[in-house]
């Protein structure tokens, strides 16, 4: 088997010394050197992969990995600043959500202090409706409470 490869390389010698053979050389190194061997699925393997990329890639490659990286970087950034800016607007409208509940349960407190003077005003009306015989046969509200009940909507 050596002596066999040992053969091929004196017959190929003559060739790789001509002119021709100086061009195709000089070809594939700088092939090589701009693109790098082909790894094909040996890229796939998860220790000799790596190291075998370092070895055998070529300028192209390296570059494709640099631009990738940067643009890796540039994307992240934008994200953690949409992110940022997402949060802040939730935060915005979460103060809003939070003052609208805020003045609702104060109109709802006014509300309520408003409907326990009215019921008091009912119950004041009704013992009056009970003391005075001639006022028991009305069936409808006084007129200083049906002026409390209107603003709401009872």
Same mark, same amino acid.
């Given at each position: 088997?050596?002596?066999?490869?040992?053969?091929?390389?004196?017959?190929?010698? +003559? /060739?790789?010394?001509?002119?021709?053979?100086?061009?195709?050389?000089?070809?594939?190194?700088? /092939?090589? /050197?701009?693109?790098?061997?082909?790894?094909? +699925?040996?890229?796939?393997?998860?220790?000799?992969?790596?190291?075998?990329?370092?070895?055998?890639?070529?300028?192209?490659?390296?570059?494709?990995?640099?631009?990738?990286?940067?643009?890796?970087?540039?994307?992240?950034?934008?994200?953690?600043?949409?992110?940022?800016?997402?949060?802040?607007?939730?935060?915005?409208? $979460?103060?809003?959500?939070?003052?609208?509940?805020?003045?609702?349960?104060?109109?709802?407190?006014?509300?309520? $202090? $408003?409907?326990?003077?009215?019921?008091?005003?009912i119950a004041t009306e009704a013992k009056t409706?009970?003391?005075? +015989?001639?006022?028991?046969?009305r069936d409808f509200i006084s007129r200083s409470?049906?002026?409390?009940?209107?603003?709401?909507?009872?």
């Amino acid at each position: 088997m050596i002596v066999a490869g040992l053969a091929m390389a004196r017959a190929a010698a +003559p /060739f790789l010394l001509s002119r021709t053979g100086l061009l195709t050389m000089a070809a594939v190194g700088v /092939f090589v /050197f701009y693109e790098g061997l082909p790894l094909g +699925p040996l890229r796939m393997i998860p220790t000799i992969g790596p190291a075998l990329e370092s070895v055998t890639d070529g300028r192209v490659d390296r570059a494709r990995k640099a631009g990738a990286a940067q643009e890796r970087i540039a994307w992240e950034e934008a994200r953690r600043l949409l992110l940022l800016k997402q949060e802040e607007e939730r935060r915005a409208a $979460q103060a809003k959500i939070d003052a609208a509940e805020r003045a609702y349960l104060e109109s709802r407190k006014d509300l309520d $202090q $408003q409907i326990l003077a009215l019921d008091e005003a009912i119950a004041t009306e009704a013992k009056t409706d009970v003391e005075d +015989p001639a006022c028991a046969a009305r069936d409808f509200i006084s007129r200083s409470v049906r002026d409390r009940l209107a603003p709401l909507g009872r």
